[in-house]
């Protein structure tokens, strides 16, 4: 009912910048309430790293990427992107947007993902 696509990963050396970004499409892509991103490494839970509003206010960031990555959505084009700068080796991982829509209690549709890594 929302399909997402992402694009943009790849790799880069530490210090370096990529943009993500995430294109919704669907019966229900007017539903969407909350864009974000997520990543995970192999053996590891997958973490928060940033989502953003309908009204694009208050977007919020995870500890770790504070300051070095931001966010942003373009509604008209059903849009959300992730530009991520001074990466780290760290930051290395599968990165999958993921929205939530109106009434849901989480993100309920998820990407495929893209990798990006970072070397030192």
């Known amino acids: 009912q929302v399909q997402l696509v992402e694009s943009g990963g790849g790799l880069v050396q530490a210090g370096g910048s990529l943009r993500l970004s995430c294109a919704a499409s669907?019966?229900?892509?007017?539903?969407?309430?909350?864009m974000g991103w997520f990543r995970q490494v192999p053996e590891k839970e997958r973490e928060f790293v940033a989502a953003?509003?309908?009204?694009?206010?208050?977007?919020s960031y995870a500890e770790a990427v504070k300051s070095r990555f931001t966010i942003s959505r373009d509604n008209a084009k059903n849009t959300v992107s992730l530009q991520m700068n001074s990466l780290k080796p760290e930051d290395t991982a599968v990165y999958y947007c993921?929205?939530?829509?109106?009434?849901?209690?989480?993100?309920?549709?998820w990407g495929q993902g893209t990798q990006v890594t970072v070397s030192s």
């Open positions: 993921a929205v939530r829509s109106l009434f849901a209690g989480q993100y309920n549709y």
């Open positions: 669907g019966r229900r892509v007017s539903s969407i309430m909350t």
């Open positions: 953003i509003t309908t009204s694009g206010g208050g977007p």
